[in-house]
Structure formats: structure tokens, C-alpha cells
């Protein structure tokens, strides 16, 4: 377990909304405990992301949440890009390639 919550970014907040919207949409109305068991993240994590407590969102729960709503992950992040009106130039890569080694090195030790 991580010592201290990621900070959330803009486009964590914009990626937790529209993953919000999904699940509001979706006519299996699941509960956390059922996006929970459906994922593999505890029912507690689930509703800390879905009111924006504590740690941003990882990789892993951002894929695993988009999967689960049957979107790929690569278009929720394109269009939660495009709603945030980012240009590709102006994200830091080697920032965004550091959190996901940092975050594979957290689920590897799982």
C-alpha cells in the first residue's frame, strides 16, 4: 500500500467524472461492493475514487473500471483529453512514465 495518496491531476478528476457518468448510465445500477468484486478493488476504494478521496486513480483501476463499463480505456482517455482541451505536446511523458513504473513496482509487490 502506498504511504501517501497520489496527488489528483486534472485530467484525474476528469477520467473519475466520466467514469462516473458510466456507471450512473449503466442499467446494472452496480454497487461498490459489486464493482468491487466485479474488479478486484475493495468496495472501499471504489467509493474513494468515486467521491475523489484520497489517492488519484492508478492505471490499473482506471483500466479496470473502463472495462467494466465495456469502454476501452484508450477512448475515455481520449475523450476525456479532448474535455479537457489538452494538446498531446503539453503532457509531460517522461512524468506519465515514471507514475506507471511507480505503479507497477506497487502491484508487483502484490
Request: aromatic share 6%; with cysteine; charged share 30%.
Amino acid at each position: 500500500m502506498a504511504r501517501k495518496g497520489r496527488t489528483w491531476s486534472d485530467v484525474d478528476i476528469a477520467s473519475v467524472k466520466y467514469l462516473s457518468q458510466l456507471r450512473e448510465n449503466d442499467p446494472r445500477h452496480l454497487s461498490l461492493r459489486a464493482i468491487g468484486a466485479a474488479t478486484g478493488i475493495s468496495h472501499g476504494r471504489i467509493g474513494d475514487l468515486f467521491n475523489m478521496d484520497n489517492g488519484a486513480p492508478s492505471l490499473y483501476e482506471f483500466v479496470s473500471l473502463c472495462l467494466l463499463f465495456g469502454c476501452r480505456p484508450s477512448k475515455v482517455m481520449e475523450e476525456v483529453m479532448q474535455s479537457l482541451e489538452v494538446n498531446h505536446e503539453d503532457i509531460d511523458i517522461d512524468a506519465w512514465a515514471d507514475r506507471i513504473k511507480a505503479e507497477d513496482g506497487i502491484t508487483q509487490e502484490r
